[in-house]
């Protein structure tokens, strides 16, 4: 049996149907139907969201699920060698590797992620068959290669001519092999979606810190840090210096400050101070989040100014905002 098919007969035990029956009624009473439809929502970190946005609200638009809609939305930015903090072109590792790391959520609480992966394009949809193939959360370095290319994912090079030149040069000046830290260090695509059912996902993918020591792994890939979802309340998900959120929970720390009420720009701005409490050296560092919550509201926050994120609505279609800054 193979163990998402188990994961199915687990779910379908007699204990685990009477429960889940119970459950439901519960929800039923607590949450009734809504009487209007809800209008699908795309948010996502930085300027080259703009064309993530674009393929997820087009999946959305069409009555598609939230978490396809994230899917595809981050597999543009993990394919444009433009982009080089994040997939194809994304920068190495101070010995020349490029190495990715990736993580999806549903609203439902499934997830999935990989880290320290190598030669394989579209780590995204790597750790979407690590949540939906796997009983496992998780799979890093060479055995998440080994299953990736066992789902059919080719081997791809990933290092570009102009990254690889990048690499060179910055060894001739660091020959401490020095990661770099500074409010410049924006690593990440994160993306947020809310489709027509209500359903609520998130995507966060990498190529990491420029020139970090191998087998370093951010906060992009870890539940909780670099993102998290919950159908009940909303998404979030973050930018920046890994090291700083990862000591904060960061997403999860958003999404339960919405739960209190705060609006997703309040919690931002509240998780940011977190983040700036755990991490003396911020003033060197750049942190951002941005938030999704059930209504279809949006917001963000960030330690430095110039961040920027994308988000497409019914009505303002596909939008940059600069959001309020700590600094």
């Not at 040069?169 to 209500?198: C, F, M, Q, S």
């Not at 609520?200 to 970090?212: E, H, M, N, R």
């Not at 960061?250 to 009420?261: A, H, I, K, N, P």
Request: proline share 6%.
């Amino acid at each position: 049996m193979s163990p998402h098919s188990r994961r199915t007969f687990l779910k379908r035990t007699p204990a685990t149907l009477a429960a889940v029956t119970a459950t439901s009624s519960c929800q039923a009473q607590d949450n009734p139907p809504a009487t209007e439809a809800v209008r699908p929502v795309v948010i996502s970190t930085w300027r080259h969201g703009l064309a993530a946005n674009d393929a997820a609200w087009k999946i959305l638009d069409a009555g598609g699920s939230a978490l396809d809609a994230a899917e595809a939305g981050v597999r543009i930015t993990e394919a444009d060698p433009e982009v080089r903090t994040v997939g194809l072109g994304g920068r190495p590792d101070r010995d020349g590797i490029v190495t990715l790391d990736a993580a999806i959520m549903d609203g439902g609480g499934d997830c999935g992620s990989v880290a320290a992966l190598e030669d394989i394009l579209h780590p995204i949809s790597v750790a979407r068959r690590v949540m939906e193939d796997t009983p496992h959360v998780m799979i890093v370095g060479d055995g998440a290669r080994q299953f990736a290319i066992s789902q059919g994912f080719e081997p791809t090079e990933l290092l570009i001519d102009a990254s690889r030149l990048d690499w060179e040069e910055w060894k001739k000046n660091n020959p401490d092999y020095r990661p770099p830290i500074n409010v410049e260090n924006h690593d990440t695509i994160g993306l947020l979606t809310l489709d027509k059912n209500g359903n609520i996902a998130a995507a966060c993918t990498t190529s990491g810190a420029a020139y970090k020591y191998h087998g370093r792994v951010g906060d992009s890939p870890l539940i909780g840090a670099g993102l998290y979802a919950d159908d009940q309340v909303g998404a979030a998900t973050a930018t920046g210096w890994g090291e700083a959120v990862i000591r904060a929970c960061g997403s999860f720390l958003v999404v339960e400050l919405m739960r209190q009420g705060h609006s997703p720009t309040e919690a931002c701005r509240l998780a940011v101070e977190r983040v700036i409490e755990k991490n003396p050296d911020y003033r060197e560092i750049q942190v951002g989040f941005i938030a999704l919550d059930k209504q279809g509201n949006t917001g963000g926050y960030c330690i430095h100014p110039d961040f920027d994120y994308a988000v497409y609505t019914p009505d303002g279609g596909n939008q940059l905002v600069v959001p309020d800054s700590k600094l």
